[in-house]
């Protein structure tokens, strides 16, 4: 997906996750829609796309978020890069595919998030970064994923895109 269309939909996507989307938290859980858009371009579009596309996005939201610079923009970037790799091995027309690859794509990019924080000495529990953020973090992106997920694969096949 070229950035002309991704932009506007990483502007959108910011501003419901840190409007909207913060009176929609299940324990202080919110979906990481920024992270739901990676996966799913890195999913139809392959691993380079979502590798770049993630960056993109995580860099954004860095700037956007006030936090350590690239720390979202190489998470991400791991995200998009693995549901990039799942997308060229799995079958990338079935929503459920698609919903458990955004689990573990998230997932795998919430450890790298976790593993740079350690290495710039930001300490955090690992009981609690895996069961209490990372987790419920994967796990409720993942469910929001079907209500997104054929929206983007249209927007895919009008871009002229072979899958």
């Known amino acids: 997906m070229q950035l002309s269309v991704f932009s506007p939909l990483l502007l959108v996507a910011l501003i419901l996750q ?6 929609m938290s299940v324990a202080g859980v919110i979906p990481d829609l920024v992270l739901l858009l990676v996966v799913l371009n890195g999913f139809l579009l392959g ?5 770049f596309l993630g960056f993109a996005g995580g860099i954004v939201e860095d700037f956007f978020s006030g ?3 690239g720390l979202n923009a190489l998470s991400k970037m791991a995200a998009g890069y693995l549901a990039g790799i799942a997308g060229e091995r799995l079958n990338r027309e079935n929503i459920t595919v698609a919903t ?9 990019g919430l450890i790298v998030n976790y593993l ?4 710039i000495n930001v300490h955090i529990p690992p009981l ?11 796990v409720y992106t993942a469910v929001i994923t079907p209500l997104f997920f054929w929206r983007f694969f249209r927007l895919v096949q009008l871009r002229n895109r072979d899958l």
């Not at 740079?116 to 290495?119: A, Q």
């Not at 609690?128 to 994967?138: H, K, N, S």
């Open 18 to 23: 840190t409007t909207i989307l913060d009176a």
């Open 67 to 69: 936090g350590y610079i």
């Open 47 to 51: 691993p380079r796309e979502g590798a």
């Open 128 to 138: 609690y970064a895996l069961f209490g953020v990372a987790l419920p973090t994967a």
């Open 116 to 119: 740079l924080l350690i290495y």
């Open 100 to 108: 458990g690859v955004t689990f573990f794509s998230s997932l795998g």
